[in-house]
């Protein structure tokens, strides 16, 4: 189980300050959440986390263990990130676009037993056995989308990044999406980080919130019962509603546009 620390992070795009000053723990064996309005820095910060981009300046550790410390193919044992709109050929099929998740544990050898026998689970983690030797250009959208995802998981790493893995896809392939990934956490202890916008189904799913705005932490703790609503209104101008019972924990309903930000 692996548990990410962030310290004094700053993040510079074409001279514009994305990420300030910005610390934070992603804990282990958790499905950790970040949300926070169009343009707050949330895939920056995924990628800033997951080594793609370097900050200008601030930390970034690995189980205590600085990022620097880790060959690119280490760190990709230790972390897959799957990007928000990512592209391949058309003509890959599934099961190729899936083979590339397990580059960082092939040796001179190339691909052996275990690497066969990971693509054939991942595969069927997101329900695409039947497609396997599609094209990618046959396949639709929200299918595309779930290849990806299986990519990510052929990796078996400990740290799963996903930059908005929903998008795209239908209700039941997002439910499907978002049980899986609990499913992961709960039984093979992975630390799982997922940007998402669906406000409900992160209360419903994740354990840990952390809000972003305009580059800066605006809150992170376990998501439990006494969550304010307030802060749903400050950061994204809704009026929400969250309840709890024993057997469903926590649920929150969006009952509008709050009045200091509705027209």
Not at 139 to 145: I, M, R, V
Not at 149 to 177: G, K, W, Y
Request: charged share 20%.
């Amino acid at each position: 189980m692996v548990e990410i620390n962030a310290t004094d992070l700053n993040v510079f795009l074409d001279r514009n300050h994305i990420i300030k000053n910005l610390s934070l723990t992603i804990p282990a064996n958790q499905v950790t959440a970040i949300i926070g309005p169009n343009g707050s820095g949330k895939s920056t910060l995924l990628k800033t986390l997951s080594g793609l981009m370097k900050p200008h300046s601030g930390k970034i550790y690995i189980d205590k263990q600085s990022i620097d410390f880790y060959s690119r193919k280490q760190l990709a044992r230790k972390m897959s990130f799957l990007m928000q709109n990512p592209e391949a050929p058309g003509s890959m099929t599934v099961k190729e676009l899936v083979s590339f998740g397990r580059f960082s544990h092939q040796t001179w050898f190339g691909s052996n037993n275990t690497d066969h026998d990971q693509i054939q689970w991942a595969i069927k983690q997101v329900n695409l056995e039947d497609k396997s030797n599609h094209c990618l250009s046959k396949l639709s959208g929200g299918q595309q989308k779930r290849a990806w995802i299986a990519m990510a998981l052929a990796q078996n790493s400990d740290v799963l990044l996903l930059d908005e893995p929903t998008a795209f896809l239908d209700i039941r392939h997002q439910l499907e999406t978002l049980l899986l990934l609990r499913k992961l956490k709960r039984d093979l202890g992975k630390t799982i980080v997922v940007v998402l916008h669906d406000i409900p189904q992160v209360i419903q799913f994740a354990d840990y919130l952390i809000i972003i705005d305009q580059g800066k932490l605006i809150h992170q703790n376990p998501i439990q019962p006494n969550l304010d609503p307030q802060l749903f209104e400050k950061v994204f101008g809704i009026e929400v509603e969250l309840k709890h019972n024993q057997l469903q924990g926590t649920s929150l309903t969006i009952h509008g546009v709050a009045e200091t930000q509705g027209s």
